[in-house]
């Protein structure tokens, strides 16, 4: 139970970023209380025993790190690491009748080569050159500014100072682009799908949803490559709670918040244990989850667009394409029906409420780069993790018969993958203590269930651009108007229509995916800074 009756800042949600957000208030000498509505912290960045009596600790629901910035975890002291993959993807195809695939990794020589083998030519190697060589330098500078307070739209233009650049990125849908600058299918679909990571939108979608989720994606770490978390993703919310506790923030569990009530000046959190008061209210949850808890009408939940399958191999499977080896394939991300053609005809048909036919999916290995999360058992015996994630499949598919729609829709992934394979992806599996294949699928409705996501939303609502329209809010659809934008919260790009209620979380602007930028963002609102 809380050991007070108020604080100077109550969090609510201990997902990562509220995390961040108590150990920086606490260091800062804050009274912080955090309520967590499950019986642990970690919100969808846990490590979990997925499969009963095996020894491996999965990244359940988030599983790759890009966005956070190595400044959170110096000012935090925090017992963490990544490491780096050396492969960015491989993408299996067929040509001219004969299996193939698409090779991309830190060796330029084997990259271009590959590039070569695919398209007969060095044109795409060129073009991916110059097109990557643009992001990098977005990414670095742009990404330093999303743990300072939020440029305006002009300011940020101005710091990229790439005219070409903002256009393809900001301006005009990340379709035009691909096709302007790629011709090969299978190359226009590999750049395509860091826009459609989650979400749910067309590659020429005039709303710019899959520009914002594409520009999230390459900007990480200042150069957009995504490390695997040493230890599993529950390696870093642990981290982050024992640094959070041990700078004396309080922390409880098992503690659902059912209301918030605020004059502007004042606060009160009502949980399951009581009332407490607050000078200050974060919130690590959706907006429409907090209009719920302040008793207002919620906006409209913005439907998440993901299957997600962990599962536990005895042994990587063989693959048709002979040419790669299969520890390099999985290591990085691995495109199973991801052709630019393929992404377009999966998204008609989820559109038009079918499942695709064929749907697309990206899969890697955490288990090559990070052997730490098998039981030394395990490891020796040689078995691997695979994790897939599954694209254009909104929640508004599994509103019928959830539990058969999602069999369904694992069955025609798994089938598109064996495909590729030169064996089935079932004689790789490994069983449980019950004899039971060692997988698991979570569509967005099974996340709205566990993780309280509204529609299953990874990001909370859409993504917004990194900069102020000028109103104190964010560049997006969902992010409504706001006042004049002079306060604190306004400047961090955290604010709600309630002066001391802020957002912590993905629902920030600057929010969404392993970043915790909105959780240091609502804590130096709170504090004055910037």
């Not at 208030?25 to 960045?45: F, Y």
């Not at 305006?152 to 379709?175: C, K, M, V, Y």
């Not at 957009?224 to 041990?246: C, E, N, Y």
Request: with cysteine; glycine share 12%.
């Amino acid at each position: 139970m809380p050991e007070r009756t108020s604080y100077d800042v109550v969090i609510v949600g201990g997902g990562h970023n509220g995390l961040v957000a108590a150990a920086y208030l606490a260091r800062a000498g804050r009274r912080v209380l955090l309520l967590e509505r499950l019986g642990h912290t970690g919100g969808a960045a846990v490590s979990t025993h997925a499969f009963r009596g095996v020894d491996a600790r999965l990244s359940r629901y988030s599983y790759l790190v890009s966005l956070l910035p190595p400044k959170i975890v110096r000012d935090l002291g925090l017992r963490f690491a990544v490491r780096r993959r050396s492969v960015s993807s491989y993408t299996p195809a067929v040509r001219g009748g004969r299996p193939t695939g698409l090779y991309v990794s830190t060796d330029e020589g084997a990259t271009r080569a590959s590039f070569a083998r695919l398209t007969g030519s060095d044109r795409e190697y060129a073009a991916w050159q110059r097109f990557y060589g643009m992001t990098r330098r977005v990414a670095e500078r742009v990404f330093p500014t999303l743990t300072e307070p939020l440029p305006t739209r002009a300011a940020l233009r101005a710091r990229i100072d790439d005219d070409a650049a903002w256009e393809a990125l900001f301006e005009r849908p990340l379709g035009e682009t691909v096709e302007e600058v790629f011709a090969d299918d299978l190359v226009r679909g590999v750049v395509l799908t860091d826009g459609l990571i989650g979400t749910f939108a067309h590659a020429h979608d005039p709303g710019l949803a899959q520009n914002r989720c594409f520009l999230y994606h390459v900007i990480g770490g200042g150069t957009g490559d995504w490390d695997v978390p040493i230890g599993g993703m529950g390696a870093l919310t642990d981290a982050l709670a024992d640094a959070a506790r041990k700078a004396g923030a309080e922390i409880v569990t098992d503690c659902p918040v059912t209301g918030i009530a605020t004059d502007g000046d004042t606060a009160e959190v009502t949980s399951a244990y009581g009332t407490v008061g607050a000078r200050h209210v974060l919130v690590n949850a959706a907006p429409h989850t907090l209009a719920g808890l302040l008793g207002e009408r919620p906006p409209e939940p913005v439907e998440g667009a993901q299957l997600k399958v962990n599962m536990l191999l005895t042994r990587l499977p063989r693959l048709r394409d002979t040419g790669v080896d299969p520890r390099l394939a999985f290591s990085g991300t691995f495109h199973v029906a991801e052709g630019y053609e393929q992404l377009e005809t999966a998204y008609r048909q989820a559109a038009a409420g079918e499942l695709p036919a064929a749907p697309p999916s990206e899969i890697y290995c955490h288990s090559l780069t990070d052997p730490s999360i098998l039981g030394a058992d395990l490891v020796r015996q040689g078995y691997q993790t695979l994790t897939l994630f599954g694209l254009h499949t909104p929640a508004r598919l599994f509103t019928g018969n959830h539990d058969a729609t999602r069999e369904r829709l694992l069955a025609a992934t798994l089938a598109q993958l064996d495909a590729v394979l030169a064996e089935p992806l079932t004689d790789c599996l490994a069983t449980d203590a019950d004899g039971r294949p060692c997988i698991e699928a979570r569509s967005p409705l099974d996340l709205e269930r566990d993780l309280g996501l509204p529609g299953g939303n990874i990001f909370h609502r859409e993504l917004a651009f990194p900069y102020s329209t000028g109103d104190g809010t964010g560049a997006g659809p969902e992010y409504g108007t706001a006042s004049d934008g002079d306060d604190a919260a306004a400047r961090w790009g955290v604010r709600t229509t309630h002066a001391n209620v802020l957002l912590c979380g993905a629902g920030a602007v600057r929010g969404g995916g392993v970043s915790g930028i909105p959780g240091h963002n609502a804590a130096m609102a709170v504090m004055g800074q910037g």
